[in-house]
């Protein structure tokens, strides 16, 4: 009925945010922290540990970026065909 139509819209809508979430921290992480860090060793100044642990985190990620974006692909990809076809 209409119910299991609401929920099965809602829950995709759900996991399209928690994918797009995803993305954006990554983005965030490999390419907008790193410019934070190039700016203040340029001043001389030393990061807040929060910040300077997420900068480390983005030079993980990209080192590893290519794999990364390749598994939110998959991931994807897996999602979708689970809400498409396994019913």
Do not use: H
């Given at each position: 009925?209409?119910t299991?139509?609401?929920?099965?819209?809602?829950?995709?809508?759900?996991?399209?945010?928690?994918?797009?979430s995803?993305?954006?921290?990554?983005?965030?992480?490999?390419?907008?922290?790193?410019k934070?860090?190039?700016?203040?060793?340029?001043?001389?100044?030393?990061?807040?540990?929060?910040?300077?642990?997420?900068?480390?985190?983005?030079k993980?990620?990209?080192k590893?970026?290519?794999y990364s974006f390749?598994?939110v692909?998959?991931?994807?990809?897996?999602i979708?065909?689970?809400?498409?076809?396994?019913?």
């Open positions: 009925g209409m299991g139509n609401f929920i099965n819209k809602q829950t995709t809508e759900i996991v399209y945010f928690v994918c797009y995803a993305v954006i921290i990554i983005v965030m992480l490999t390419f907008v922290f790193p934070f860090s190039e700016m203040y060793e340029g001043m001389g100044a030393n990061l807040p540990w929060i910040t300077q642990t997420c900068i480390d985190i983005g993980f990620l990209a590893s970026l290519s390749f598994n692909y998959l991931s994807y990809g897996k979708n065909w689970y809400y498409r076809y396994s019913r």
